[in-house]
């Protein structure tokens, strides 16, 4: 069954360090998203990214976030300069476009921890 | 501001019983309603959905109902298995394509 992978499953980072995290999305999905979990809250919207373009995003997604599809297969947060509250789970997920009712499917996730 | 509230962090429950999750949401603009089911150390698994022009939705031992007047929608598991021991999330969207406003999560224990 396809499945959505992330890479790396563990990040630890310096404050004030550029991060990557990784995503492969399920190969005939055309939406894609970052969501992320800080431990003991509930799991936030990021940011959307259909067509080769941020579709939506959330206040939380500011200027220090971007989100790149290199390739055909791949899909990235990059975090500029990591602050300590950026350390949570961060979830990548996608969608097909005829997903009857936004059913999304996550990946496995990407624990930051930012020291 | 909580637009998705599940309002009871924790659930037990017996094997072979019936498990009912609540989750109640106050955007009227939202259209389709999902649960995910969590493992520590793991993405949200996708479970039902149900869209709002409907009120009830099944797949095997789960049912999603929507009260759309009440803007409140619930998940039942029956026979709940201990396999089923997970933290629960309700998710709401307007439309397809757009964010997923997920609740707090509801953590059911399943016991034999």
């Known amino acids: 069954e396809p499945e959505v992978t992330q890479t790396p499953s563990h990040q630890v980072t310096q404050m004030g360090q550029e991060v990557i995290l990784r995503c492969v999305p399920i190969?005939?999905?055309?939406?894609f998203y970052w969501y992320r979990q800080i431990l003991g809250q509930k799991v936030e919207f990021l940011v959307s990214f259909y067509n080769n373009e941020i579709s939506e995003k959330s206040e939380i997604f500011d200027d220090q976030f971007s989100v790149e599809r290199p390739d055909g297969s791949n899909f990235t947060l990059k975090i500029r300069s990591t602050k300590l509250e950026d350390s949570a789970m961060y979830f990548c997920a996608s969608s097909p476009t005829s997903g009857i009712y936004n059913e999304q499917f996550f990946g496995p996730g990407t624990r930051l921890t930012v020291l | 501001d909580q637009q998705v509230k599940q309002n009871s962090p924790s659930l037990s429950v017996q094997e072979g019983r019936i498990s009912i999750l609540n989750c109640d949401y106050t955007?009227?603009?939202?259209?389709?309603f999902l649960w995910y089911k969590k493992y520590p150390a793991e993405g949200p698994t996708f479970l039902i959905s149900?869209?709002?022009?409907?009120d009830k939705n099944e797949d095997g031992r789960f049912t999603v109902f929507l009260n759309k007047s009440a803007k409140h929608l619930s998940l039942h598991i029956v026979p709940s298995q201990p396999g089923d021991s997970a933290v629960y999330f309700c998710?709401?969207?307007?439309?397809?394509?757009?964010?997923?406003?997920f609740g707090k999560g509801t953590t059911l224990s399943v016991s034999s």
């Open positions: 955007n009227s603009m939202f259209d389709y």
């Open positions: 190969s005939n999905h055309l939406y």
């Open positions: 998710a709401a969207s307007s439309q397809a394509g757009t964010a997923l406003i």
């Open positions: 149900i869209s709002s022009i409907k």
